[in-house]
């Protein structure tokens, strides 16, 4: 993990963090959430995720997208673990505890922000006016014809 993040080989560095973190957590009463080397762990993990995605997120192809907002995501969940994890090793106003909440709330704002900014812009239309109302309708020629074409069939069954 330390070699790839010196390689800078953030994406490789963050799969081995992750692999670490959720061995770690899985095993049920292994490790307790606020063990002090987990809480690194996880502060490394949400660290390295959030400077993948600000890296990634000009990348606007439906492919980039989802791994930003996968990297944003997984900061913020990361950070925020980590941040509760350092309040009980470390106390509130450790000066690593400080640094894990401003990286934990850096990262819900860009999470915020950059799923806000994928929303589709609601465009208002402006209503379409609707008809007015048809006022009587005076009786046109065209319909004197068939009335007389109607009392004419009356007339005929009528007679017969």
Avoid: W
Avoid at 44 to 49: A, H, I, W
Avoid at 82 to 95: D, I, L, M, Q, T
Wanted: charged share 25%; aromatic share 6%.
């Amino acid at each position: 993990m330390n070699v790839c993040t010196q390689m800078q080989d953030l994406d490789r560095a963050i799969r081995y963090n992750s692999v670490v973190v959720h061995r770690m957590e899985g095993i049920e009463g292994a490790v307790p959430t606020n063990y002090p080397r987990l809480v690194e762990y996880h502060f490394t993990l949400g660290d390295m995720c959030l400077k993948q995605a600000k890296k990634k997120a000009s990348n606007r192809t439906p492919l980039g997208r989802n791994t930003t907002r996968k990297y944003l995501s997984e900061a913020k969940s990361s950070l925020g673990k980590a941040y509760e994890g350092r309040k009980v090793v470390f106390g509130e106003n450790s000066p690593s505890t400080q640094a894990a909440k401003r990286l934990f709330e850096e990262s819900k704002r860009e999470y915020n922000a950059y799923t806000k900014s994928l929303e589709k812009k609601k465009t208002k239309k402006p209503p379409v006016a609707a008809p007015a109302a048809p006022a009587a309708q005076p009786t046109s020629p065209a319909a004197a014809p068939a009335s007389a074409a109607t009392q004419s069939q009356e007339e005929t069954s009528a007679s017969a």
